[in-house]
């Protein structure tokens, strides 16, 4: 619970960095945002966006000690290990949210733009800068890979040895009880990467800005109110 109150709050958070803009444009039809404005944006999207996905990583383990490890999960997830693993989740994607705002701070960029999407989004003000983009496309890309790809792996392996241990399990209550533990974060997991997936794999696709801003709606605003509801169901 201690997780599953950080996960709600970072997407409470993840929400309000789009959502209320977004129904001020709808509202004035004014779709208009300040330079300052778009880098402030940017910088929370990216730290709660990866906050999510640390968070997810973490409860992940959290699952794997809990099935594969019942008789020590007091102890190895005791709360000083929760709050160090949410702590370092913060720092470290405070840090990355960091340095992208300040990587985009060092681009130039025309008097009056058009961002093709309903928010600012790192990938599509980096594309419209009218310097050079391509140290801050490398970065972009480590860092994608690194905490993005990181997490991943640290998700699939901790649900290959639950599989291993569920189906280790003699008796089919023990495996229905054990599956049931974990199926609302499984569910939260794939409707997280899978939108997150086809936002990118829609707009390398189609090359439409109009199909990526549909997608990324799913990411920003679907996904995070889906999240309660899945958890409530279980609880």
């Known amino acids: 619970y201690h997780l599953l109150c950080n996960l709600s709050f970072v997407d409470i958070?993840?929400?309000s960095t789009t959502v209320p803009k977004m129904l001020t444009n709808i509202q004035t039809q004014s779709h208009?945002?300040?330079y300052e404005d778009c880098i402030t944006q940017v910088y929370f999207f990216v730290l709660f966006a990866g906050l999510d996905d640390f968070l997810l990583t973490v409860m992940a383990y959290d699952r794997f000690v809990a099935i594969c490890h019942p008789l020590h999960y007091t102890v190895i997830m005791n709360p000083w290990l929760c709050a160090l693993l949410v702590l370092a989740s913060w720092i470290m994607c405070i840090l990355n949210?960091?340095?992208q705002?300040?990587?985009?701070?060092?681009l130039s960029f025309c008097t009056d733009l058009e961002i093709p999407h309903?928010?600012?989004e790192l990938n599509q003000i980096t594309q419209l800068a009218c310097s050079d983009t391509f140290l801050n496309n490398m970065v972009m890309y480590f860092v994608t890979v690194l905490l993005g790809g990181g997490p991943l792996a640290g998700i699939l392996y901790s649900y290959s040895k639950i599989v291993a241990s569920i189906r280790g399990m003699s008796s089919a209550q023990g495996k229905h009880k054990a599956f049931s533990t974990c199926a609302s974060h499984l569910s939260v997991v794939s409707l997280f990467y899978c939108t997150s997936?086809?936002?990118y794999l829609s707009s390398a696709v189609t090359h439409s800005s109009q199909s990526s801003a549909v997608a990324s709606v799913m990411y920003t605003v679907v996904t995070p109110m889906l999240n309660p509801?899945?958890?409530r169901m279980k609880t």
């Open 229 to 231: 509801i899945i958890y």
């Open 197 to 199: 997936l086809g936002v």
């Open 13 to 15: 958070c993840f929400t």
């Open 118 to 120: 309903f928010i600012c």
């Open 101 to 106: 705002s300040l990587m985009m701070l060092r």
């Open 97 to 99: 949210s960091l340095l």
């Open 32 to 34: 208009t945002i300040t």
